[in-house]
């Protein structure tokens, strides 16, 4: 089975930063498209970034543009989510997700595409 296990949330300061870390395990696929989403309390489930495996393509929301950073160590399974100068309205549960294939242009924000999913890290920033 494949899993997935987010680690690194907490509470910080605006204008903090914290690193988020997903290691994925049971995965057999070569080209897959991880991704990393984001739920405020009251509001959906929304992509903030993603990252295809086999060619190292990344895919941003417009909101984390230029303060988020999402790589991955393929040698480690590991995913991550490096969040700079964060904003009160950062504040939400943190998942990560992964799905078979490349991430794709068109594809890579919907998230009815991931079929895999970790429990989440909570983001307090105040």
């Known amino acids: 089975d494949v899993q997935l296990v987010e680690s690194g949330g907490g509470s910080v300061q605006a204008g903090g930063s914290l690193r988020l870390s997903c290691a994925a395990s049971?995965?057999?696929?070569?080209?897959?498209?991880m991704a990393w989403f984001r739920q405020a309390l009251g509001k959906e489930r929304e992509v903030v970034a993603a990252?295809?495996?086999?060619?190292?393509?990344?895919y941003y929301a417009d909101s984390v543009k230029g303060r988020f950073t999402i790589s991955q160590d393929t040698t480690k399974n590991t995913l991550y989510l490096q969040m700079n100068e964060l904003k009160p309205e950062d504040t939400a549960i943190y998942y990560c997700?992964?799905?078979?294939?490349?991430?794709?242009?068109?594809?890579?924000?919907?998230?009815?595409?991931?079929?895999?999913w970790g429990q989440g890290t909570q983001v307090t920033v105040s």
């Open positions: 049971g995965y057999t696929y070569s080209d897959k498209c």
């Open positions: 997700a992964a799905d078979a294939g490349v991430c794709g242009t068109g594809r890579w924000y919907q998230r009815t595409r991931y079929g895999y």
């Open positions: 990252v295809s495996s086999s060619t190292g393509s990344t």
